[in-house]
């Protein structure tokens, strides 16, 4: 369960850094204020939708740490035979990359107002989203046709319900960017449209960021990093 | 969305009108709603209906328990759907429901002096997905080998072999499918509460000018939205065992001479998933609970909350220690004693807020003006309720009491006193103070005098003399326990006596509902404020609050929410969006 302790204290601290900003050391017993004059405090300048978004991705990283730390804990039984990787997972790797990066593309061309290449780039970024989706398919579908199955093994239980989790998650942001894509097609307001850019873009990263992670914890390195971490600590 | 500037987070105090979503007919209005005070009714009403289910096992087992083998239709199969049912119900969908999306939805807004949650549509979604895991949980009940009867902790490997009710058959496939629902509504509707407060606060309402009933509801949602993804993971990972034969959690099982399928998997992995939402979701229930019952005390016994910083410090140090406390639900797991030494040394530190909070309370009541209305009757009962099973929780807490009492009905005792009878006091304690707000009307004072006795003394009669059938060694989860030499005649005589007991409770409980609905249209007239209070929600308008709760304009904050009996001041309370200033000492903000 260390993972998602670690995890839980990173979030730990950004609401710590949120909390010592909300004045906790004050006496509200003592603040009344005349008419008119109230006392200003900080609230954050993003917008709320992002706020949102950003809560729901610490749920979702809360997620994908349970899911390493099960991982890590059912791996130390004596049963677990660790499958091959594909080597498709290193395309659809690339494939997603390009993925986040035309949708920082579009974000950035949203900013600057430039509705071909926002359109350019969340077709692109739809697209290969897409591609990523169907290399993960095919990927499950080699591995079976190799003879590892869901249930002859416990790590193949694991690269599949995780690369299944992390591919619904796909499937649920690309419900975003195509309403976010029908909009830039059907003239949204352009800050409208920016702010949606740009929640699909920040979702897109993360989920990058997601698929480095699980990439590199069913590949084993995770794995191989923590045991060299584990041997400078001890 | 314009550009944003720090300005402009701050909401004008009008507005405009076509900012605010409006529904266009009487199904918009009331039943698909996007409006949270309907969406908080909806989650009430739904929390309450399944509630009642689980009132009914309770009296099956009871019945079961205080009469053995009088009743040929409870078989031990029948006991065992029973008891699943009863906990996960209470635990889930009604006490998590009840507190955050029914009285997080009511108060929210209200009380931080907003027109409404931020998202309003994904809230409306966070109620139908609840409706619906409710809806798959009850479908169980007509399932070809009726709902699952692993025992609410669904425990691997029984709860999806054989023997167990449910467990081949789909019992425990529509449990896990109905968990797994409930958490992606509660995440939607979680969402909402969270950003609310962050970020749709009115002006002057800074965090800590929040009254205690946000703070804890705040508190409990954010550890919610943390807690049960681990619950989401053991189901999603058990489901797949059930149904495709996989083995995170089933070790080889020889059944029936028969070799299953599964293949060394870990049945204390899914302990460690399952308690690490588990015990998070105690405080998830008991936060809202702590903040709520701090309202009620301040203001029927019209005096400030002692050592309001502390208990905002208390709520959040409690929320984050509840993170690391989970094995303590696992001593007799067979883990290593100096795990259970950290477990034991934490769960020990938790009592240290906790008791500030209950000090607090204690100390607000001290030489304040008491009114032993209905709502203050509740919340005293229970601060000793809380205490009472807080105190058996220091026992359960340290290892070498635990083992020899785990798994025996001094567990039982404890966690209903807890988790059980104390925060469903609270709920009600709260339902009495809100419902005048909800309603315009006040819920009749005989009918909840007599609620309160019978609910108060019946849960004594219940759960006290149950601690001593577990002291004798009598063990949880037995539909029979006859013929055993640790079930002497006396309790068998006092297992009788508390199955009665139940029954007069239980009954108490369809009074309380009746009074919930003869004083929608015959209850006496309330006004806006009837136990003048201070916090904002008491300053609408209107009463009901309409759509918008706050007319054309959002109040402004002006001072906390616990100016009562201030000195100089004309009445005993001030509200906290009346400008001026009052007292002797205290100087303008």
Redesign the interface.
């Known amino acids: 369960m260390s993972v998602i302790l670690v995890f839980l204290l990173v979030i730990a601290g950004f609401a710590g850094w949120w909390l010592s900003h909300q004045r906790l050391m004050t006496k509200p017993w003592l603040e009344q204020g005349a008419a008119g004059d109230f006392v200003p405090f900080d609230r954050s300048g993003l917008p709320t939708a992002k706020i949102g978004l950003g809560v729901f991705l610490a749920v979702v990283g809360c997620l994908f740490a349970l899911f390493t730390s099960a991982y890590f804990m059912r791996m130390a039984l004596s049963d677990w035979q660790p499958l091959p990787m594909p080597r498709l997972l290193w395309l659809n790797t690339g494939m997603l990359v390009l993925s986040s990066v035309a949708l920082q593309c579009a974000s950035v061309a949203a900013r600057k107002r430039q509705m071909d290449t926002v359109r350019l780039g969340l077709a692109a970024a739809g697209l290969t989203a897409i591609a990523f989706l169907v290399g993960q398919l095919m990927a499950w579908r080699d591995l079976t046709a190799d003879g590892y199955f869901l249930a002859s093994n416990p790590a193949n239980s694991f690269f599949y319900l995780i690369t299944g989790m992390h591919g619904l998650h796909i499937v649920g942001g690309l419900v975003g960017l195509g309403r976010t894509t029908a909009g830039a097609w059907n003239g949204a307001r352009p800050e409208r449209l920016r702010l949606s850019v740009e929640l699909c873009a920040m979702y897109w990263h993360f989920l990058l960021f997601v698929w480095l992670a699980i990439f590199a914890l069913l590949a084993g390195w995770a794995a191989t990093f923590i045991d060299i971490c584990r041997q400078l600590l001890t | 969305?314009?550009?944003?500037?720090?300005a402009?987070?701050?909401p004008p105090a009008e507005v405009a009108e076509m900012e605010l979503y409006h529904p266009h007919s009487w199904w918009t209005k009331y039943v698909f709603s996007q409006d949270a005070k309907v969406i908080a009714i909806q989650y009430s009403g739904t929390a309450t209906a399944i509630g009642l289910v689980a009132l009914v096992l309770s009296w099956l087992m009871r019945l079961q328990l205080g009469f053995p083998g009088t009743f040929d239709f409870i078989t031990p199969e029948a006991y065992y759907q029973f008891i699943t049912m009863h906990g996960m119900i209470m635990v889930i969908y009604l006490l998590t429901a009840l507190f955050l999306g029914g009285f997080g939805n009511y108060l929210i807004p209200l009380m931080v002096g907003a027109r409404d949650m931020?998202?309003p549509y994904v809230n409306m979604l966070s109620y139908w997905i609840y409706l619906l895991a409710v809806l798959v949980l009850v479908s169980s009940f007509f399932a070809p080998g009726g709902p699952t009867g692993a025992g609410w902790t669904l425990y691997p490997p029984q709860a999806i072999m054989t023997g167990t009710p449910g467990g081949q058959e789909w019992g425990i496939i529509l449990m896990l499918v109905s968990l797994i629902l409930f958490i992606i509504g509660f995440?939607m509707g979680?969402?909402n509460y969270?950003?609310t407060v962050?970020?749709?606060?009115t002006?002057?309402m800074?965090?800590?000018?929040l009254p205690l009933t946000v703070w804890g509801i705040f508190t409990a949602t954010?550890m919610a939205?943390?807690a049960f993804?681990?619950l989401?993971?053991a189901c999603?990972?058990m489901l797949?065992d059930r149904a495709?034969?996989?083995?995170?959690f089933m070790p080889a099982v020889v059944e029936m001479g028969e070799q299953l399928?599964h293949?060394?998997?870990?049945p204390i992995?899914f302990q460690?998933?399952f308690w690490?939402f588990g015990h998070p979701e105690v405080y998830i229930v008991a936060l809202p609970a702590f903040g709520i019952v701090s309202d009620l005390i301040s203001t029927h016994a019209r005096k400030?909350i002692f050592g309001?910083?502390m208990m905002?410090?208390a709520i959040?140090g409690i929320g984050?220690l509840s993170?690391?406390v989970w094995a303590h639900h696992m001593y007799v797991s067979g883990m290593h004693p100096y795990f259970g030494f950290f477990f034991a040394t934490t769960t020990l530190i938790i009592a240290i807020p906790t008791a500030i909070k209950v000090y607090n309370w204690v100390l607000t009541l001290w030489r304040g003006d008491i009114h032993l209305t209905i709502p203050m009757l509740f919340a005293m009962a229970f601060i000793v309720t809380f205490v009472n099973g807080g105190l058996t929780g220091l026992f359960l807490g340290n290892v070498v009491v635990d083992v020899p009492l785990s798994d025996t009905m001094f567990v039982v005792a404890h966690f209903h006193m807890v988790m059980g009878v104390a925060p469903i006091l609270v709920i009600f304690g709260a339902i009495y103070h809100w419902y005048p707000k909800v309603t315009g009307r006040m819920l009749n004072e005989t009918l909840g005098r007599f609620h309160f006795w019978v609910t108060f003394l019946g849960a004594y009669l219940i759960f006290f003399p149950m601690h001593y059938i577990g002291l004798m060694g009598v063990p949880r989860r037995y539909a029979e326990m006859t013929d055993v030499t640790v079930m002497t005649e006396s309790a068998h005589h006092l297992n009788s006596f508390i199955s009665i007991m139940a029954f007069i409770v239980g009954f108490a409980q369809i009074v309380f509902l009746f009074n919930l609905i003869w004083s929608i249209r015959h209850g006496r007239e309330a006004g806006g404020n009837p136990w003048r209070a201070t916090t904002l929600e008491w300053q609408t308008p209107q009463t009901p609050p309409a759509h918008g709760n706050f007319g054309k304009e959002l109040p402004?904050?002006?001072?906390?929410a616990?100016?009562y009996s201030v000195p100089g001041a004309k009445e005993d309370f001030i509200p906290q969006n009346m400008?001026?200033?009052?007292g002797p000492s205290?100087?303008?903000?």
């Open positions: 969305m314009v550009d944003v500037t720090p402009d987070a701050v931020v998202f995440t979680g969402l969270v950003v962050l970020q749709a606060r002006r002057g800074t965090m800590m000018r954010v939205l943390l993804p681990a989401f993971v999603v990972m797949l495709l034969g996989t083995s995170f399928q293949n060394g998997g870990s992995l460690h998933l690490f400030n309001y910083r905002v410090w959040v984050a993170f690391v402004i904050v002006y001072r906390w616990y100016d400008p001026g200033t009052f205290r100087e303008p903000a």
